[in-house]
């Protein structure tokens, strides 16, 4: 009996246009079975931390005074071997559309497959959450099942069986992602005037025992990056 998990993935700078030099693409998951735990524990952290159950963890609103809470919950993260976290880091300025004959939508969808093709197992089924946002409506959740489907010969859809927008504040495990993708941008974009966020960055890299700016080895498990330079897929 195959298992099933649940991925909650988010992005970061992914518009062609925004004068933004990286795009990361990222994704956290875990046994479906382990959701409402995993919650329950955030929720739990949040509150010992003085903030409602609701509060919605965003890298955004990362500041030195609420260091505690978000440093809490990276370890909370790094502790916890159910979850998992996987990114794509792009750098937008080698992008080459014309000559590859493709469309900036056509490139975002392969850069997704970069970013799962190293969490699925053909073993084991998924459902796919993504962060509700404006430019990323139904028409594109369901190309991005189509060609996700495809490229692992899924056509009937037994390993990807659910995908689905979600707002971010009803999703911890989406605020998880935001998180964490927040930190990969962060460095990735060479920013360092917030002293909350360079103490949150400092802590992942501690804790990963990656630099943030480098490919990590393709099995790992807990917490995997990948720089794409564009002589790869895609």
Known sequence: MSNIYNIYCDESCHLEKDDQKSMVLGAVWCSSEKVKEIGQRINEIKIRNGMDKHFEIKWTKVSPAGIQLYTDIINYFFDDDDLHFRAVVADKTILDHHSRSQTHDEWYYKMYYQLLKSIVSPDNQYDVYL??????????????????????????????????????????????????????????????????????VDIIKNRSGYTLNKTT????????LFFWDGNQRG
Not at 180 to 192: D, E, F
Not at 217 to 224: D, I, P, R, T, V
């Open 217 to 224: 080895l393709y099995h790992e498990n807990k917490f995997n």
């Open 131 to 200: 962060d509700l946002k404006d430019t990323l409506g139904i028409a594109k959740v369901n190309k991005l099942q189509k060609v996700l489907s495809n490229s692992k010969f899924d056509f009937d859809r037994q390993i990807f069986k659910h995908f689905q927008e979600v707002r971010s504040h009803e999703s911890t495990l989406i605020q998880l992602s935001d998180l964490l993708i927040g930190a990969i941008s962060y460095k990735a974009r060479n920013l360092n005037k917030s002293l909350g966020k360079n103490a949150l």
